[in-house]
């Protein structure tokens, strides 16, 4: 699955971006999808993933209540609505596709996008 990104871009604290990523290649129906970042010097970290398993949606601590994933599997995209941004939520944001939740939580994913960049400004 080719992943692609787009919508990252600047804001100042307090505003909204939203992200999306299309997939190629394979429909989305069958994974795990979601999102993660990287901030400069620190570790990739999970943000958001979405599948239609009972595990359902599940987010990271950190972004609770500020950010909410989506998809289209008829489009196979992804969507992270993002609000009330800070300064914390800069990083590039990667979009991922895997077969197994429990590694996907973990960073282990099939499928990498190239990530977008959001910058928050405070």
């Known amino acids: 699955v080719l992943l692609v990104e787009s919508g990252g871009g600047s804001v100042q604290a307090g505003g909204s971006l939203s992200l999306s990523c299309a997939g190629a290649?394979?429909?989305?129906?069958?994974?795990?999808v979601g999102w993660f970042r990287q901030a400069p010097g620190k570790e990739r970290e999970f943000v958001a993933g979405?599948?239609?398993?009972?595990?359902?949606?599940r987010y990271a601590d950190s972004i609770m209540g500020r950010f909410a994933i989506s998809r289209d599997d008829a489009k196979n995209i992804v969507y992270l609505r993002m609000n009330n941004l800070t300064s914390e939520d800069s990083a590039v944001y990667y979009c991922a596709a895997g077969l197994t939740y429990e590694k996907f939580l973990q960073g282990i994913c099939d499928y990498w996008g190239q990530g977008t960049q959001v910058t928050v400004s405070s």
């Open positions: 290649g394979r429909s989305f129906s069958e994974y795990v």
């Open positions: 979405s599948t239609w398993s009972l595990y359902g949606t």
